[in-house]
């Protein structure tokens, strides 16, 4: 079964700082990773995936995400937070039949 | 770009009565939609996929009789909640997959809020 931890329920950073958010992923074969950003009472938007090749992924939005096979881990950056960035963030697993299963979500408030 | 609409973005219904919840790909054909379901705080929870023309597959502990799926086109899926309860209140999200390639791209509507009184 695939499943998804992320481990961080509420992350606080300054505006202008750096932000990390951890993905640990199970699942048995290689698989798709992606990264969801959610504004209060909206939808998800797609902020990057992998799905194959250069671990280092770019995403929208200045983000980007590094799969790591030997750790299990997707985790997401962005080297300067701007206070537009104060979401929900979602990180996801699943394969070609695209049945994605969801972490729990990280709060990310930014404080000026 | 792509767009998934979901409507409506909001419903309030009482107790007993059904709520229909369209989801529609507006300009590409949505070879598969899914249907996700997400509580307060919490995460999204996949509740079944549904292909065109074909029964949609649920997910394990999913009543189908209660959540009612139905993808008549390549473009529109709807979701019907039976006989709604006040535990079905939720945040109900679909997606939907444009084309069959392994990375064809995966669009989310922008939910629907039920409340049911």
């Known amino acids: 079964a695939q499943s998804v931890t992320q481990p961080d329920i509420h992350i606080t950073v300054s505006e202008g700082a750096s932000l990390e958010l951890r993905c640990n992923y199970s699942y048995g074969a290689t698989p798709y990773l992606f990264w969801y950003v959610q504004s209060p009472g909206q939808g998800l938007q797609l902020l990057l995936k992998?799905?194959?090749?250069?671990?280092l992924v770019q995403g929208i939005k200045g983000f980007e995400a590094e799969f790591k096979r030997s750790q299990s881990s997707f985790n997401l950056r962005k080297p300067s937070v701007h206070w537009s960035d104060a979401a929900e963030y979602f990180c996801a697993v699943g394969s070609n039949d695209y049945k994605l299963s969801f972490g729990a979500g990280t709060t990310v408030t930014v404080r000026a | 770009g792509a767009v998934v609409s979901q409507h409506p973005s909001r419903v309030i219904c009482k107790s007993g009565t059904s709520v229909k919840i369209e989801c529609r790909s507006l300009d590409f054909q949505a070879t598969t939609m899914f249907w996700y379901r997400q509580f307060p705080k919490q995460s999204l929870m996949l509740m079944a996929t549904s292909n065109e023309g074909s029964k949609a597959t649920y997910e394990q502990g999913v009543e189908k009789d209660k959540f009612l799926i139905n993808h008549a086109s390549l473009t529109l899926s709807t979701l019907t909640v039976t006989s709604a309860h006040p535990e079905d209140s939720s945040f109900y999200i679909c997606s939907a997959r444009q084309g069959r390639a392994y990375n064809s791209p995966l669009h989310f509507g922008n939910g629907t809020r039920l409340t049911v009184t």
């Open positions: 992998y799905f194959s090749g250069d671990t």
